[in-house]
């Protein structure tokens, strides 16, 4: 895969930035005004990127809430290679519907219409008017994880119109600067709010014994390592670890090596080709033993042959449209609905998932390049304590989803292991 990584043309590509610094009601946010600054110099700095100006827009703080939308737009439109979004500011979350608000000058606290709505902004840039191959959304505000939540993509039928064909759209990532339910810093005095201080800094320092580009994972990684307790997030769909914006400033190219000449009378040794682990021949049926040993999950379903399905098996068989030569092993449902189903399922060739607007499929003979995780984190503000949550997360090359918090930590955790175990037999790993 790395061999795949390249620089996003800087002549097809285009950046959106705002940020709104003061407030009439809220806290001011002074780095703010710097964050954008900031940003805007390091990305035209042709060492790390060479945008050039004219393909830079800032919006002014006091036009974000009738400019932002807009720019986003009409960058979408033009870009042909890669959209880069920035919001820094308060974010705000509306409580029942888990939806971000981003902040605005006016905006008054308990009234998430006096706020710029993520929704609006994620609509823009998943319009199948857009010519843009990779958008790359950066978000730092508090509660920013929300944004990585149901507006990311369109899914399977994620596609634009250019020239009367539809395209592709190769990668879209939404980098925040915490979790979920997290707050963001902004150490007053300090330069820079937390998040884009680091960031910045990686740009402009690079990763010692990093690759020469940067991808957006391995931005979210070098930052979460930085600012372990904001739990700065990540949600993707698609190739975006092979699209970067940056050059490693720290990149110190290997010296070359120059050939032996082999011992007189003697032929060099042959290397063996790297492989793929090779998968057991009865891999479906050790799949199926393996769930059927899991200990209980809410909402899993185990299909028998034999049996009668259950509704939950055959709305999953529907939504995920199987080839005639899959077979339905086992279903994960977290939320059902009249026209959606939401859920994870096992079949004899690996698994896929179909979460609203994020669906991908991943095959057993790819566990090798993974991990599957549980994550559990704490929701504040319950009349009588708090109420621990967790939730599965999937990493690979070409995915890194995270499925909604569950109450219930024990079945998630019980699916993690379950997917590693299969991951082990996949590999052959002990």
Same mark, same amino acid.
């Given at each position: 895969?790395?061999?795949?990584?390249?620089?996003?043309?800087?002549?097809?590509?285009?950046?959106?930035?705002?940020? $709104?610094?003061?407030?009439?009601?809220?806290?001011?946010?002074?780095?703010?005004?710097?964050?954008?600054?900031?940003?805007?110099?390091?990305?035209?700095?042709?060492?790390?990127?060479?945008?050039?100006?004219?393909? @830079?827009?800032?919006?002014?703080?006091? =036009?974000?809430?009738?400019?932002?939308?807009?720019?986003?737009?009409?960058?979408?439109?033009?870009?042909?290679?890669?959209?880069?979004?920035?919001?820094?500011?308060?974010?705000?979350?509306?409580?029942?519907?888990?939806?971000?608000?981003?902040?605005?000058?006016?905006?008054?606290?308990?009234?998430?219409?006096?706020?710029?709505?993520?929704?609006?902004?994620?609509?823009?840039?998943?319009?199948?008017?857009?010519?843009?191959?990779?958008?790359?959304?950066?978000?730092?505000?508090?509660?920013?994880?929300?944004?990585?939540?149901?507006?990311?993509?369109?899914?399977?039928?994620?596609?634009?119109?250019?020239?009367?064909?539809?395209?592709?759209?190769?990668?879209?990532?939404?980098?925040?600067?915490?979790?979920?339910?997290?707050?963001?810093?902004?150490?007053?005095?300090?330069?820079?709010?937390?998040?884009?201080?680091?960031?910045?800094?990686?740009?402009?320092?690079? @990763?010692?014994?990093?690759?020469?580009?940067?991808?957006?994972?391995?931005?979210?990684?070098? @930052?979460?390592?930085?600012?372990?307790?904001?739990?700065?997030?990540?949600?993707?769909?698609?190739?975006?670890?092979? $699209?970067?914006?940056?050059?490693?400033?720290?990149?110190?190219?290997?010296?070359?090596?120059?050939?032996?000449?082999?011992?007189?009378?003697?032929?060099?040794?042959?290397?063996?080709?790297?492989?793929?682990?090779?998968?057991?021949?009865?891999?479906? $049926?050790?799949?199926?033993?393996?769930?059927?040993?899991?200990?209980?999950?809410?909402?899993?379903?185990?299909?028998?042959?034999?049996?009668?399905?259950?509704?939950?098996?055959? =709305?999953?068989?529907?939504?995920?449209?199987?080839?005639?030569?899959?077979?339905?092993?086992?279903?994960?449902?977290?939320?059902?609905?009249?026209?959606?189903?939401?859920?994870?399922?096992?079949?004899?060739?690996?698994?896929?998932?179909?979460?609203?607007?994020?669906?991908?499929?991943?095959?057993?003979?790819?566990?090798?390049?993974?991990?599957?995780?549980?994550?559990?984190?704490? $929701?504040?503000?319950?009349?009588?304590?708090?109420?621990?949550?967790?939730?599965?997360?999937?990493?690979?090359?070409?995915?890194?989803?995270?499925?909604?918090?569950?109450?219930?930590?024990?079945?998630?955790?019980?699916?993690?292991?379950?997917?590693?175990? @299969?991951? =082990?037999?996949?590999?052959?790993?002990?």
């Amino acid at each position: 895969m790395a061999d795949d990584l390249r620089l996003a043309d800087p002549a097809a590509s285009y950046a959106v930035l705002a940020g $709104v610094p003061h407030y009439e009601h809220l806290d001011d946010l002074p780095a703010v005004a710097n964050n954008v600054a900031a940003l805007a110099a390091t990305l035209s700095d042709r060492g790390v990127w060479g945008l050039t100006p004219d393909r @830079i827009e800032i919006v002014e703080p006091e =036009k974000v809430g009738s400019r932002f939308t807009w720019a986003v737009k009409e960058a979408a439109e033009k870009a042909t290679d890669t959209l880069l979004v920035y919001y820094a500011g308060h974010g705000t979350p509306e409580h029942g519907t888990r939806e971000l608000y981003l902040g605005l000058p006016g905006q008054v606290q308990g009234y998430v219409e006096t706020a710029l709505r993520y929704k609006w902004v994620a609509d823009k840039l998943n319009s199948t008017r857009n010519t843009v191959r990779h958008i790359v959304v950066i978000i730092d505000s508090c509660y920013s994880g929300l944004g990585t939540i149901g507006y990311m993509s369109a899914g399977e039928t994620l596609a634009q119109v250019v020239d009367g064909e539809f395209r592709d759209i190769k990668g879209h990532a939404v980098l925040t600067s915490s979790a979920a339910n997290k707050l963001s810093k902004a150490p007053v005095g300090a330069p820079y709010t937390a998040f884009t201080g680091e960031l910045l800094s990686v740009l402009e320092s690079g @990763i010692a014994d990093g690759p020469a580009l940067l991808n957006v994972e391995t931005l979210h990684r070098e @930052i979460v390592r930085r600012l372990p307790d904001q739990l700065p997030d990540l949600g993707a769909r698609g190739s975006t670890n092979v $699209v970067c914006f940056a050059r490693n400033t720290a990149y110190i190219p290997p010296p070359a090596e120059t050939p032996s000449r082999p011992a007189e009378g003697r032929t060099p040794a042959p290397q063996a080709p790297a492989t793929v682990p090779a998968l057991p021949p009865r891999m479906p $049926v050790l799949v199926r033993a393996e769930l059927e040993q899991m200990p209980r999950v809410k909402g899993f379903h185990l299909v028998r042959p034999g049996y009668a399905e259950s509704r939950p098996v055959t =709305k999953a068989r529907q939504m995920h449209l199987l080839s005639g030569r899959e077979e339905l092993i086992g279903v994960w449902q977290w939320k059902r609905s009249v026209f959606d189903s939401k859920s994870l399922v096992f079949t004899n060739q690996g698994i896929r998932v179909s979460d609203g607007g994020v669906s991908f499929q991943l095959s057993y003979a790819d566990f090798h390049r993974c991990t599957f995780e549980y994550r559990q984190f704490a $929701v504040p503000g319950v009349e009588f304590d708090t109420i621990d949550k967790t939730y599965l997360s999937v990493w690979g090359p070409d995915v890194h989803w995270s499925s909604p918090p569950i109450t219930n930590g024990y079945d998630i955790r019980h699916l993690a292991a379950a997917l590693n175990a @299969i991951r =082990k037999t996949a590999t052959g790993e002990q």
